[in-house]
Each structure stands twice: as structure tokens, then as C-alpha cells.
């Protein structure tokens, strides 16, 4: 007889907490008394240029501009692309829903194309059949810290004459053939919210290699001001999307941090697929050309049968009260409330009939089943823990798998 899970009165697999999150020291704490007592709190300090120079270089970029968050950071390089009211921009259905909300505040049409079902991220064969004389952008989206196909996406934009805007919010450290993400297309956007693997709890950052692109986000970023101009002098609308020296402060401290972790994820992300597959679960395919993923999640796909038709909500539910931090994660984003009617909102401000959104929004079918049905999710903190910390996690899937009962009709 299977093991009494936790979800019905047995013990828990673990019930001691996975490391914290986030990671901080002394380092932290001195870099912000540095900026208290310089008075220098916002404009005029010099931590976000610091670290702008050195996540740039980290992340093998030659410009970063720092802002407020991830999601001003794909709106304002969606602006400086020239994307704007009635342009569309193709971008997979499964990512957060800042990816498609940051079209719609410029006035633009996201326009979704399926995922790869092995990898989850956007299909280049499924976006380029997405492509109309409207089309002005692709946003090609790593989804948990890997990296979308960077051969053939910017290859796909100069074909098609379109700009290529790589949303890296999840992919701090990750690379393809050995180039770290962000300025492989045109500009890429980063966050560093609560959750991702370099924070401040909130900000921001946009790469770029092209000096036209990045003159253009600054000034956008900095209420349209231009670096050698006055003080009162606008020359474009933009807002204030600055960073504080306070979030600059912190991310310098963090990225101190960033190479041993983005190790340690690696390492037992690795062990973690091995030992899940050995118990039927599928994690996601990795391309060969992927020479570092940055492991925001570690997502897998799992399989009622393996659980005698069992659904994923029951195996996740069983799993949290195993003491594993499980969530199913996306639902597609135009099945969401406030992209749709964001979408119907710009068709009618454009003059466009309604009914395109049939064309902008088709059924996906490939991010439909990761939505609905197979995809599973650990969050990156996870990976920070010990080869037992792993151990655990497999235990636990595998006393579900063989204890979890289909729900009662």
C-alpha cells in the first residue's frame, strides 16, 4: 500500500523552508548607508550609472539604461522601436502579462503566435506565419530563464524589416552560443522584482548594442530630455522611469552574488531533470545552442497517466502539502480579461473593426495544454538548496505519483 500523502492526514516529505529569498549581508546594508549619506537619493547619484555600466557588461551589452521596472522597460523600448498606435507585435500567449500590456499602452495590437510545446517559448515558424504589413515588432520572451532561439529570431526580423525586442525579465545570466541575452536583438528588456533572480524589489533595465536605440530610451526614460540639453529642454514625451540609487545600490551588492547562484541553480536544475525523469515527468527541452539558462523556474510537464488519470491541479495541491513550493503558472494571456478588452479598445481607437481580434487572438493550442494541463512549476529559489534539498523534491513527486487517486466525479 502507497504511503499515506500529506494531503490526507500522512507526514509531510519536508516541512523545514527552502532558502530565503532574497539573499542579502553586509554588503547590502553598507552600499544603502552609502547612498543615505550621500543625499544624493535619485538624480545626480552615481549608483545607477554604475551599475547600468556594469550589468551591460555583465550581460555582454554595450548600453543599459536602468528604470522603474520590467514593464516600463518593454514599453519604453517598444517606444524608441517606433512601435505605436495600430502597429502590431507578435509575442507568445505564454508569459506575463506585462509582455502584451506594454503593446496596448502605446496603442499597439498584440498579435499571439504559439510556443514550441518541447520548450514553451515563442516558435519562430509560429511567428513569422503571424506576419501582416502591420507588423512592426517581435518580442521573443525567455521564458524562466531560457533563452528563446537567438539564431533564429534575429535573423527572422531582418528579413521582415522588424524589430526584435528580447524580453529578458527572467534571464539574468542566461546565454546562447555563449552570448549572454539582451543585446542579441535590437533591445531587451530586464526586471528585477521580488521574485527574479537579481532584485531590488522592484526595477528595471533596458540593453542595447545600438547607440541611436539607447540615446532614445534615455531620453524616454528621462521625461524626454537629451543628455547635453537644459534642464527645462524636452525634445520627446517620455516619463519618469528612473531608477532610485537606492534599487542601484542593492543590485550592485546582488550581483556579487549572481555568478555563484546562477551556478548553484545550474547544478541542481541538471540533477533535478535526471531524477524527475526517471519518474515519467518531462522537464522543458533545452536547445543545445543554450550555453547557460538562468533558471528563473524550473518547469515540467506533467502526465495524468502517471497518476491514474489524476489531474495536474490534484498533483500540485498534493506536492504543496509535501512541502513543495508547486504552481501551475500561466494562462494565456488572451484569454485574459484586461488584454482582450485592452485589444478591443485599441482596434476601436485605431478605427479597425472588432472582429480582427479573431485574427490578433487565435487559439493556441500548444500554450493551451502548458497552461491547462501540463506545466508545473518551481520557483528559482529552489534550485539554491542542497543535493538533499533535491532529494527531497523527487521523494515527494514520487510518493504522489504513487498515491494520488483520480478526483471523485
Not at 214 to 221: L, P, V
Amino acid at each position: 500500500m502507497a504511503e499515506r500523502l500529506a494531503l490526507h492526514g500522512g507526514t509531510p516529505v519536508r516541512t523545514e523552508p527552502f532558502p530565503r529569498w532574497p539573499v542579502w549581508g553586509e554588503e547590502e546594508e553598507k552600499a544603502l548607508l552609502e547612498v543615505l549619506h550621500s543625499g544624493q537619493w535619485g538624480i545626480g547619484g552615481e549608483k545607477t550609472t554604475q551599475f547600468e555600466e556594469a550589468f551591460a557588461r555583465f550581460q555582454n551589452a554595450r548600453y543599459g539604461i536602468s528604470v522603474t521596472n520590467g514593464t516600463a522597460a518593454l514599453e519604453i523600448a517598444l517606444r524608441a522601436a517606433g512601435v505605436g498606435p495600430g502597429d502590431e507585435v507578435i509575442i507568445p500567449p505564454y508569459t506575463f502579462v506585462a509582455t502584451a500590456t506594454a503593446c496596448l499602452a502605446l496603442g499597439a495590437l498584440p498579435v499571439f503566435a504559439d510556443i514550441d510545446p518541447e520548450t514553451y517559448l515563442l516558435s519562430p515558424t509560429a511567428a513569422e506565419a503571424r506576419i501582416t504589413e502591420r507588423t512592426k515588432a517581435i518580442i521573443a520572451v525567455h521564458i524562466g530563464g531560457c533563452p528563446a532561439d537567438m539564431d533564429a529570431f534575429p535573423e527572422l526580423a531582418r528579413r521582415h524589416g522588424l524589430k526584435l525586442i528580447e524580453d529578458a525579465a527572467q534571464a539574468h545570466a542566461a546565454a546562447w552560443r555563449g552570448r549572454r541575452v539582451g543585446a542579441i536583438g535590437d533591445m531587451g528588456a530586464f526586471s528585477f522584482q521580488s521574485s527574479k533572480n537579481l532584485s531590488a524589489g522592484e526595477g528595471g533595465m533596458i540593453l542595447t548594442d545600438d547607440a541611436v536605440l539607447a540615446e532614445r530610451c534615455w531620453s524616454i526614460h528621462n521625461v524626454g530630455r537629451v543628455r547635453e540639453g537644459a534642464w527645462y529642454q524636452h525634445e520627446t514625451w517620455g516619463g519618469n522611469y528612473r531608477m532610485t540609487q537606492w534599487q542601484a545600490a542593492i543590485l550592485l551588492a546582488q550581483m556579487t552574488r549572481l555568478e555563484e547562484q546562477s551556478a548553484r541553480r545550474e547544478e541542481n536544475a541538471q540533477y533535478l531533470s535526471q531524477e524527475l525523469t526517471k519518474l515519467g515527468l518531462r522537464p522543458l527541452a533545452r536547445d543545445p545552442r543554450v550555453t547557460q539558462h538562468a533558471w528563473h523556474l524550473f518547469i515540467f510537464r506533467y502526465d495524468p497517466n502517471l497518476a491514474r488519470g489524476a489531474s495536474r491541479e490534484a498533483f500540485i495541491k498534493a506536492m504543496n502539502a509535501e512541502g513543495i513550493p508547486c504552481s501551475p503558472g500561466y494562462v494565456p494571456l488572451y484569454a485574459t480579461k484586461a488584454v482582450r478588452e485592452g485589444t478591443l479598445d485599441n482596434l476601436h481607437w485605431v478605427g479597425r473593426d472588432a472582429s480582427e481580434i479573431e485574427r490578433l487572438h487565435p487559439s493556441c493550442p500548444a500554450a493551451e495544454r502548458a497552461c491547462y494541463e501540463e506545466a508545473v512549476w518551481l520557483p528559482q529559489y529552489v534550485l539554491l538548496g542542497t543535493r538533499a534539498d533535491m532529494d527531497s523534491i523527487v521523494e515527494a513527486a514520487a510518493k504522489v505519483l504513487r498515491g494520488l487517486e483520480p478526483e471523485a466525479e
